[in-house]
């Protein structure tokens, strides 16, 4: 029996390891991190302000950048953020005003880090202190939208009790640098502002993370939907920890919780690497994991490049450049925009420790491209880019532009003409469930793009206010609901937001003259809709057309009709063939046709009216655009109805 029982402990320890050694990002204990993590002192992820022949090889032309900056704000002021400020996102919706004083003060601290690290003469020191002991006595370090709602808050921060949110540990961040880089500085004016920087990062940043659930963090830390805000966070808590707790035990402590989070964020993130909140949280998702690995790898000697060996890993990479259109543009189904800037420098270095040629190129490509700018998030890939410079310009540079992609996971295809080439068609279509991270009612939706251009598009989200994130008020918005995307209307319901409203029988195919996405969308609308059944098959004919085919089996039919989202005027030339007015990028005009069955359906053109605070955003992000929606109602439907589209260039 002894015996037995000696063999079961060891069993089970066995499992145990095996079961630890399966984790990805949380595959060392509380104890193994507290063996492993390199202490603060010998830390040194950056060169220290004292190494000046290390400064002498960073990028001078982007120092001078930030010196510049800095300069122009010399005898700046440091503005309180009145509460009332605060109050206008339980007032009006509004919380542009508030992050737009809470950015500009965080703007010019980050300018004068830069500036002194530099110029190293001294000249920014009191600035950057008045900066740091205005930033730590202001109640809340995070955005006013991202408080909780509820009585306890109601627009104004619980300073007895912090909520942690994205600006807060960026935050955490941005002051953990300024002490690592200028710690000796501020110590020869006044030991008091070191400690402060670290009084306040525990009590807002390591306490809450320790002690306090938080909704981002997932079901297993009392929360629920993971998305961006679990390794965007993570990133910038681990740069605070690593570069101020000096405690090793409460390092190890609050790294391993950290390890925790991204364990839950990456144990749920799809095998195909595809990211459900699409190009433009991609910066904010993978590449925040990214930003974790190499801080990780950093403070524990590379005890982490495992990590980097995965294929889920990978493929994070890969999806970035497989959503690309390009002419800037992208596939923005969900809260997307139709042109996401991407971080090349990071995407270059993320790219090279997964040795992935092609995100490499891509990443070269932006970075040579971008335009330098005062950091107003994630700061430390700055610091990691002034030692690019050298290395990314010798870097071949171009877009890989796949031929197709699949996302079998996401249930997301995108597919053109010819690979490597922006001539000709280019589709993307989606399957999945509106239950997705910044959901649209969208399940079926296609886009259409030629040339590189738009043609047939999701309009993508607007300014970002109150009730976006409502989940009771965000379908009060158009652009979020399923009769603004490339959707039917069946007996006048439309689909509802829920992880039961899904695509099922999804299925892809891929050919050298072919690809089409196959699948049934009625669990998409309520059941109470009439409809059996409704297969969609979106298909590209390369170098032709795209055909879509919408067959419907319904137990009533009372009305369906079927919608187009555009950027360009349109009219019928004739029964059966409306004409889209497609601008080239020579500005001259080519024709598009839908064709249709002229005796089944009858075309009705809309010029979607753009007024409410949240279409501004629309505006911004389709400039030279104006959002129209082609709907073509069927005349007496039937139960067993079908609906075929096909689209192509006129001759």
């Known amino acids: 029996m002894k015996k037995l029982i000696i063999f079961s402990i060891f069993f089970v320890s066995i499992l145990q390891s095996i079961a630890q050694e399966n984790k990805l990002m949380c595959r060392y204990s509380e104890q193994q991190l507290l063996n492993i993590l390199n202490t603060t002192e010998n830390f040194h992820p950056f060169p220290k302000l004292s190494d000046r022949e290390a400064w002498q090889k960073a990028d001078q032309g982007m120092l001078k950048f930030y010196l510049k900056e800095a300069e122009k704000n010399i005898d700046y ?3 309180t953020i009145p509460a009332t400020q605060s109050l206008l996102i ?3 919706g509004n919380r542009t005003g508030y992050q737009k004083m809470r950015s500009e003060r965080r703007s010019v601290l980050t300018s ?5 690290i530099y110029e190293n003469k001294g000249r920014f020191i009191d600035q950057i202190i008045n900066g740091i002991w205005s930033t730590c006595e202001e109640s809340y370090w995070g955005v006013s939208a991202h408080l909780p709602t509820g009585a306890q808050y109601k627009g104004l921060a619980d300073i007895e009790d ?3 949110d994205l600006f807060a540990a960026e935050t955490a961040s941005l002051l953990a640098l300024t002490n690592y880089f200028l710690g000796d500085k501020l110590d020869a004016v006044s030991p008091q502002i070191r400690a402060r920087i670290y009084y306040e990062t525990n009590k807002r940043i390591f306490s809450p993370l320790m002690n306090k659930p938080h909704w981002w963090m997932g079901e297993k830390f009392g929360g629920h939907r993971l998305n961006n805000w679990v390794p965007w966070i993570c990133s910038n808590c681990l740069c605070a920890a690593l570069l101020l707790e000096k405690e090793k035990e409460k390092k190890a402590t609050v790294v391993y919780r950290i390890t925790e989070l991204l364990e839950e964020y990456t144990k749920h993130y799809p095998e195909d690497g595809g990211c459900d909140e699409g190009p433009g949280y991609w910066d904010a998702a993978p590449g925040s994991l990214f930003d974790n690995i190499t801080l990780l790898n950093q403070g524990t ?11 889920k890993v990978k493929n994070m990479v890969k999806y970035i450049y497989r959503f690309q259109i390009g002419n800037g543009f992208c596939v923005n189904f969900a809260d997307g925009a139709p042109k996401t800037p991407i971080d090349g420098g990071m995407l270059y270095r993320f ?3 997964v040795n992935d040629k092609d995100a490499m190129a891509m990443g070269a490509l932006y970075y040579k491209k971008r335009a330098i700018k005062i950091p107003n998030a994630h700061i430390f890939r700055s610091f990691y880019e002034l030692f690019l410079d050298d290395e990314i310009n010798k870097t071949e540079e171009y877009s890989p532009l796949p031929k197709d992609a699949w996302f079998p996971d996401l249930q997301v295809m995108t597919a053109r003409d010819k690979g490597k080439s922006t001539e000709g068609f280019f589709v993307a279509a989606k399957g999945g469930h509106n239950d997705e991270s910044h959901n649209h009612n969208d399940i079926g939706n296609f886009i259409v793009y030629y040339n590189s251009l738009p043609l047939l598009i999701d ?6 206010t109150k009730r976006t994130f409502i989940p009771e008020r965000r379908y009060e918005l158009w652009n979020n ?9 069946i007996n006048n319901s439309n689909q509802l937001p829920g992880k039961q409203y899904k695509a099922v029988n999804v299925k892809y195919k891929s050919t050298k003259n072919t690809a089409q996405l196959s699948l049934d969308i009625s669990k998409a609308y309520p059941e109470n809709t009439g409809i059996k059944s409704l297969t969609r098959n979106i298909q590209l004919q390369r170098g032709k057309k795209v055909i879509l085919k919408d067959i419907f089996e319904l137990s009533e039919a009372k009305q369906i009709s079927e919608h187009f989202m555009t950027v360009y005027p349109a009219e019928v030339l004739k029964p059966g063939k409306l004409a889209i007015h497609y601008k080239n990028d020579d500005e001259t005009i080519t024709d598009f046709i839908i064709q249709y069955d002229a005796k089944k359906m009858t075309p009705k053109i809309e010029k979607q009216k753009l007024e409410t605070v949240e279409d501004k955003g629309i505006i911004k992000k389709w400039k030279g655009y104006n959002i129209y929606r082609i709907t073509f109602e069927i005349k007496a439907p039937q139960q067993n109805e079908q609906a075929l589209f096909s689209v192509y260039k006129k001759k």
């Open 77 to 79: 002021e440091w503005p």
């Open 90 to 92: 339980e007032r009006t």
């Open 112 to 116: 004068m880090l830069f500036a002194e």
């Open 162 to 164: 912090p909520f942690l």
């Open 301 to 311: 000697n590379n005890a982490y490049g495992y990590v980097l060996e995965s294929t």
């Open 351 to 353: 790219g090279k420790a």
């Open 459 to 464: 309009v993508g989200s607007g300014t970002y």
């Open 481 to 489: 609901c399923s009769e603004y995307h490339n959707l039917p209307t």
